[in-house]
């Protein structure tokens, strides 16, 4: 209990951890599933809030990275599980239904190959020892080696490689021991594999699947002076190369003393990691590109803006466009309208010309879409478009309000608040095993 109390809150700091995006059932005899929807350490895509596992094998590290608390030269408590802790921890949660899954990182112990191979020995344990269907996250080790990597991912849901960094410059700098190339080889690997399972599973019906949630990675924001612009590029890059289903933005929080980090009475930069979150979104979703949204005379996004909105007034241009006649594309980039709201007004112009009533109806937030569209030629009546009241009505205190409420940390499995809301047998049997 004392190594996972150490070893859940050395992994708090990584946040790449999702929705599953897996389905697996459970075989005769074994016990879990996993769901595409509905795996992650915080909330559901339904609201239900549900728990992961996330923990590292160990905290231990031969890489001395500036900005981890786990690195060589932090004076911190160390701990290390074997993968038959690792298994037999993940099933004791799963049966008391603590958790639906597990989320698998590790410090480098001795080397990359090493790493790998227990992380390896601990998964191999919960598939094929303990029959465990549910859904596994784990980290693919830079510099491992392939065949490593690939009997990895043949027992995980998803795999990630946290990129961390944004620019070759700045993993120089703060991380010595890694490389650009290091990290986006296994990068390259595991989309390769992806492919290939792909293929196989076509040919052959019971072909082991590799990583069937495919493959993440994570970026620190603010820990270094790259701006949105490169961080974006990078992000679409990685997106169109690699076949990536999600990047992650951590804005960093200062936990540790460096010359070339944020002070340690630094705010994380909780707005901006938003920012980058909302940009991303448009760029796999919305059409967009990284170079429409940024350049290198505007290198970072406005604070008060949502950069689709930001966009919008860059291009007055382009605007207003007519409702009932614009294309599906067009209409994504109007600010207050939605993938699932311009997929609405497509189909419900087949049957009729819509208007402004018609419009709120399908979802739309004329609050914002208002000085941006017409319907039937005309804008809505009475409306005034200046550029104060323009400002004014896309700029919503209501969105900045939880950046500027207290922060928020991750749940820990021995924080009393978190036993306190526990079913009394629940909060007992950790209490227990915890004095034990």
């Not at 650009?180 to 690997?189: D, R, T, V």
């Not at 992000?235 to 190369?241: I, V």
């Not at 409306?383 to 991750?410: A, D, I, N």
């Amino acid at each position: 209990m004392e190594k996972l109390e150490i070893l859940t809150a050395s992994a708090k700091y990584d946040v790449a951890c999702t929705s599953s995006g897996s389905d697996r059932k459970s075989q005769a005899g074994g016990m879990g599933n996993a769901v595409s929807m509905g795996i992650c350490h915080s909330f559901a895509a339904d609201g239900r809030c549900i728990s992961l596992l996330k923990v590292l094998m160990t905290n231990s590290c031969v890489y001395d990275c500036a900005y981890c608390v786990n690195r060589k030269s932090n004076q911190t408590r160390r701990a290390a599980f074997t993968p038959e802790e690792i298994a037999d921890l993940t099933m004791q949660f799963y049966r008391r239904n603590y958790i639906e899954g597990l989320f698998l990182s590790s410090g480098i112990m001795r080397n990359p190959d090493y790493t790998t191979e227990q992380l390896i020995a601990a998964l191999d344990l919960l598939r094929n020892v303990h029959h465990f269907g549910g859904y596994i996250h784990v980290k693919a080790i830079p510099g491992a080696d392939d065949i490593l990597l690939s009997r990895l991912g043949l027992l995980a849901d998803r795999m990630s490689v946290n990129i961390e960094l944004p620019s070759k410059e700045s993993l120089g700098r703060l991380a010595p021991d890694k490389s650009k190339q290091s990290i986006l080889k296994p990068m390259a690997l595991i989309k390769e594999k992806i492919n290939e399972n792909s293929s196989d599973i076509v040919k052959y019906n019971h072909a082991p699947r590799f990583a069937p949630a495919g493959q993440s990675t994570q970026m620190i924001v603010g820990a270094t002076p790259d701006t949105d612009y490169q961080i974006l590029n990078l992000t679409e890059g990685l997106y169109r190369k690699y076949g990536l289903k999600r990047i992650f933005y951590s804005a960093y929080t200062p936990v540790v003393e460096h010359s070339l980090l944020p002070s340690l009475d630094t705010k994380p930069p909780l707005l901006r990691e938003h920012r980058l979150y909302q940009a991303d979104w448009l760029l796999r979703f919305y059409g967009f590109q990284a170079k429409e949204l940024l350049d290198e005379a505007a290198p970072n996004f406005n604070p008060l803006l949502d950069p689709k909105c930001s966009w919008a007034i860059n291009h007055r241009e382009q605007f207003p466009v007519e409702i009932n006649r614009v294309p599906y594309e067009t209409l994504l980039r109007v600010p207050g309208i939605g993938v699932r709201s311009a997929q609405r007004i497509v189909k419900a112009r087949r049957a009729g010309t819509l208007d402004f009533y018609a419009l709120k109806k399908l979802g739309v937030v004329l609050k914002r879409a208002q000085f941006f569209i017409t319907c039937k030629g005309k804008m809505l009546e009475g409306l005034k478009v200046g550029e104060h009241t323009l400002l004014r009505s896309l700029m919503s205190g209501q969105e900045l309000s939880p950046f500027l409420q207290p922060q928020y940390e991750q749940l820990s499995l021995f924080d009393d608040t978190y036993l306190a809301a526990l079913p009394a047998a629940g909060a007992a049997a950790l209490r227990k095993g915890e004095s034990s």
